[in-house]
């Protein structure tokens, strides 16, 4: 059974940082593509960012190109999102996702077997 845990959020001005961490349970976590989605009132889940099972690839939503970084130790079952040059607009409650079996589209909920709760994550400006 895998269980997600999101840390790390909270109430930032625009221009800080903040580091969220998802602590992964069970025994596929160091095989799994890890994904971050967030979720805006009134708005659909939609990607952030998600990282192959090694890490050496990365893929990110246009938007947070150069802002947000997503990384992930294997070691530790642990996948994190580095978030700086934080915007009013990133304000969302935050999800971490770990990928099924069977291949999808990673950059869709779809492709995700497993969900955390969320974190929510307030950029005021």
């Known amino acids: 059974q895998v269980q997600l845990v999101e840390s790390g959020g909270g109430l930032v001005q625009a221009g800080d940082s903040l580091r969220l961490s998802c602590a992964a349970s069970?025994?596929?976590?160091?095989?799994?593509?890890m994904a971050w989605f967030r979720q805006a009132p009134g708005k659909e889940r939609e990607f952030v960012a998600h990282i192959t099972w090694s890490g050496v690839s990365t893929y990110y939503k246009e938007s947070v190109k150069g802002r947000f970084t997503i990384s992930r130790d294997n070691a530790k079952n642990t996948v994190y999102l580095q978030m700086n040059s934080l915007k009013p607009e990133d304000t969302a409650v935050y999800y971490c996702?770990?990928?099924?079996?069977?291949?999808?589209?990673?950059?869709?909920?779809?492709?995700?077997?497993?969900w955390g709760l969320g974190i929510q994550v307030t950029v005021s400006s």
């Open positions: 996702a770990q990928a099924g079996l069977t291949a999808g589209n990673y950059y869709t909920p779809s492709a995700y077997a497993y």
């Open positions: 069970g025994r596929t976590f160091n095989r799994a593509i």
